[in-house]
T-cell receptor, first 117, second 113 residues
Framework: DAGVIQSPRHEVTEMGQEVTLRCKPI?????LFWYRQTMMRGLELLIYFNNNVPIDDSGMPEDRFSAKMPNASFSTLKIQPSEPRDSAVYFC???????????????FGSGTRLTVV | AQSVTQLDSQVPVFEEAPVELRCNYSSSVSVYLFWYVQYPNQGLQLLLK??????LVKGINGFEAEFNKSQTSFHLRKPSVHISDTAEYFCAVSDSRDDKIIFGKGTRLHILP
């Protein structure tokens, strides 16, 4: 398996533009997580899905952020409109296990570095 | 609610010296504990985990961690570090009530020549 695949690796956009980040989890992993990493706030959980259904979106900063998982092999995180404070590295992770991926752990993608100017 | 505290944001250590990275957690129920490592410009990788049983757990790359319930700690140790251990290390916790894990803010390990 190629692991968790995220695209693009880098994204530079102007304030106010729409940004879409993409993630392909490992086949058979029922749980998918979106995290944001910044120097100031560390790793923040934005939202997670179980079997394509959003379970907890309490970490989504505001209505400008939305996430979808139309099928088991694809998820998107959209920011509209983007703002400079959204600049961060966004990670997608997947696992086959409940309870924090207690047996296999999480498999992370390589991340998308977003810069909003 | 569960939480994780990593007491040191950065730890410098000389090559071949031992290192300990500290982690304390809080939770009202039984927990699972994890250490993840993030090498530069990469995602996180699972280093080791504690689920139950023996309080000393061994992971990849010679790392080990000890679960101490009375002190609510899960410190990570390595007897002799190498330059390749330069990375950021994250402690994380989950419990039986939830499917998500909470990460600490991370500790950057700097290996000095």
């Amino acid at each position: 398996d190629a692991g968790v695949i995220q695209s693009p690796r880098h994204e530079v956009t102007e304030m106010g533009q729409e940004v879409t980040l993409r993630c392909k989890p490992i086949s058979g992993h029922d749980y998918l997580f979106w995290y944001r990493q910044t120097m100031m706030r560390g790793l923040e959980l934005l939202i997670y899905f179980n079997n394509n259904v959003p379970i907890d979106d309490s970490g989504m900063p505001e209505d400008r952020f939305s996430a979808k998982m139309p099928n088991a092999s694809f998820s998107t995180l959209k920011i509209q409109p983007s703002e400079p404070r959204d600049s961060a590295v966004y990670f997608c992770a997947s696992t086959p296990d409940p309870q924090g991926g207690y047996w296999y752990g999480y498999t992370f993608g390589s991340g998308t570095r977003l810069t909003v100017v | 609610a569960q939480s994780v505290t990593q007491l040191d944001s950065q730890v410098p250590v000389f090559e071949e010296a031992p290192v300990e990275l500290r982690c304390n957690y809080s939770s009202s129920v039984s927990v699972y504990l994890f250490w993840y490592v993030q090498y530069p410009n990469q995602g996180l990788q699972l280093l080791l985990k504690y689920l139950s049983g023996s309080t000393l757990v061994k992971g990849i790359n010679g790392f080990e961690a000890e679960f101490n319930k009375s002190q609510t700690s899960f410190h990570l140790r390595k007897p002799s570090v190498h330059i390749s251990d330069t990375a950021e290390y994250f402690c994380a916790v989950s419990d039986s009530r939830d499917d998500k894990i909470i990460f600490g803010k991370g500790t950057r390990l700097h290996i000095l020549p």
